[in-house]
Nanobody, 119 residues
Framework: QVQLVESGGGLVQAGGSLRLSCAASGRTFSSSAMGWFRQAPGKERVFVAGIKGSGKSTLYADPVKGRFTISKDNAKNTVYLQMNSLKPEDTAVYYC????????????WGQGTQVTVSS
């Protein structure tokens, strides 16, 4: 059974940094695209960042470009999201997602980790 477990969320002041991790188990995702989404209170879940299997191709939503960095450690079956220069509007539950193949076709989801940015 595939499991994605996020960690690293918490409370941080505006301008601070957090690093989210997502450890996958149940199958290897070394050739699969993975990504991060977020859902703020009262809003829909939205795409934040994605990374292809090799880790060489990444994609970011406009609000986080230049501040967030997604990376992938295939040996550890883990994807990361480094978040810098955090803003209060980044406050949300962050979800890890994984595709079955190389394209952004997310089939597997984590339970989410809360990120709260205070002003």
């Amino acid at each position: 059974q595939v499991q994605l477990v996020e960690s690293g969320g918490g409370l941080v002041q505006a301008g601070g940094s957090l690093r989210l991790s997502c450890a996958a188990s149940g199958r290897t995702f070394s050739s699969s695209a993975m990504g991060w989404f977020r859902q703020a209170p009262g809003k829909e879940r939205v795409f934040v960042a994605g990374i292809k299997g090799s880790g060489k191709s990444t994609l970011y939503a406009d609000p986080v470009k230049g501040r967030f960095t997604i990376s992938k450690d295939n040996a550890k079956n883990t994807v990361y999201l480094q978040m810098n220069s955090l803003k209060p509007e980044d406050t949300a539950v962050y979800y890890c997602a994984a595709s079955a193949g190389p394209n952004y076709d997310f089939r597997f989801w984590g339970q989410g980790t809360q990120v709260t940015v205070s002003s």
